[in-house]
């Protein structure tokens, strides 16, 4: 797996965010060039580790090859030996954990919320900033809108001081309101997909998934809000046996009441968390079943609404629909299985999450060669 956390040794008191910069040998004028406050370069490599230098600090990076972080942005933390890379410059998969609180306690919630809580929206400024030209990065949680002033300050500044990056948010959706007007319209929204999580038109089933009652009826009031606020939807539907049976009639309530979201993503699940710990009553096996979902996407579609498939190995979804399902799993969690080997499809499938269990539960599973 790709490590998201590498060692280092920095002689700083606080945590502080830095730019890995590698030049050719020769090239110090261009380097000069630049060089941004928070770039650090490469000065050495020996058996100890690299060496970096810059005005924002200097650090030592160990056990990891120079050339699989050049460009990437760091939050080192000096007094852990460890930095967290918040940007990996060769990913599209960026994706900021603004904090580990929420108020719901999804049934298959694949990071279950924790109370501890540290504002690290400075540093994610920081970071955003020094991001690669065009890039796209995920906040989620947690529930990132339970720190909406500063999310909301985040984002306006970031999407203002880089025209060229923008953002896909994911958020349970509880916690818009009327006042949120001024800053929402100060936010550039053509450049921010919120991701929203729907898992039922029926109001009951949707609050025992999440875990909070009332939490339907709320959604819907946000997302009306939402609508008028002009913001990007894509509703996320993660199908489950207490919602798979009833995806028909979802779909017949989005395309109904709901019809102004840009997508409707059907989601498999993630063994982890409370998801793992709920597996065994959860998990649907979709390559089996999958007529609710196909019948589901179709209904959608004809009405003018884009669909997706999130996190279905390719092999289990039947081929009209291979187009509807994107390699979604995040490069530094995505693993193969033996059965994948020659297979053709391999380079467009997203595969399996690293944590999937060995008996992958689906029954129409396979290499196509
Ligand atoms: S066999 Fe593996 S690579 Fe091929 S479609 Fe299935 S999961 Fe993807």
């Known amino acids: 797996m790709i490590p998201l956390r590498i060692k280092v040794e920095a002689n700083a008191d606080r945590p502080f965010v830095v730019r890995m910069r590698s030049f050719e040998a020769g090239a110090r004028q261009q380097r000069a ?3 941004n406050p928070f770039d650090v370069t490469l000065e050495r490599v020996s058996s100890e580790g690299a060496d970096y230098v810059g005005e924002g600090g200097s650090i030592r990076v160990l056990g990891i090859d120079p050339s699989k972080i050049d460009g990437d942005v760091l939050l080192v933390n000096p007094r852990r030996g460890t930095a967290d890379r918040l940007i990996r410059s060769s990913s599209q998969h960026n994706t900021f954990l ?9 049934l298959m919630c694949s990071q279950p919320p924790k109370q501890h809580h ?11 900033l020094l991001a690669p030209e065009g890039a796209t990065i995920g906040i989620s949680g947690g529930e990132p809108t339970l720190f909406k002033a500063q999310l909301f300050g985040f984002l306006e500044k970031v999407l203002e001081a880089r025209p060229d990056l923008s953002f896909h948010v994911l958020t349970n959706g509880q916690h818009f309101d009327q006042d949120d007007w001024g800053p929402m319209n100060r936010i550039d929204q053509g450049r921010v997909l ?7 038109s029926d109001p009951a089933v949707h609050d025992e998934i999440v875990g909070k009652t009332g939490a339907h009826t709320q959604l819907m009031e946000n997302l009306a809000l939402l609508c008028r606020l002009g913001a990007s939807i894509e509703l996320r539907t993660v199908l489950m046996r207490p919602n798979a049976y009833g995806l028909p009639q979802l779909a017949r309530f989005i395309a109904t009441a709901l019809p102004f979201i840009r997508i409707w993503a059907l989601m498999q699940m993630e063994n982890i968390g409370f998801g793992r710990m709920n597996w065994k009553i959860l998990f649907y096996d979709s390559s089996d079943g999958f007529d609710v979902v196909g019948q589901s996407i179709d209904f959608v579609r004809t009405r003018g609404i884009n669909a ?4 279905f190995p390719l092999c289990t979804v039947p081929e009209p629909y291979h187009h509807l399902a994107p390699a979604t799993i995040s490069d530094w969690k995505r693993a ?5 080997y020659g297979c053709a499809l391999k380079p467009q499938c997203g595969g399996f999450f690293e944590w999937h269990p060995r008996n992958h539960g689906y029954s129409k ?5």
């Open 336 to 340: 193969y299985r033996e059965e994948c």
């Open 98 to 106: 603004v904090t580990e609180r929420c108020d719901q306690v999804c």
């Open 33 to 35: 060039e630049q060089l």
């Open 308 to 311: 997706r498939l999130y996190n």
């Open 194 to 200: 919120w991701g929203i999580p729907l898992y039922s």
């Open 365 to 369: 599973f396979g290499a196509l060669q």
């Open 118 to 128: 540290v504002d690290l929206f400075p540093y994610f400024e920081a970071a955003a």
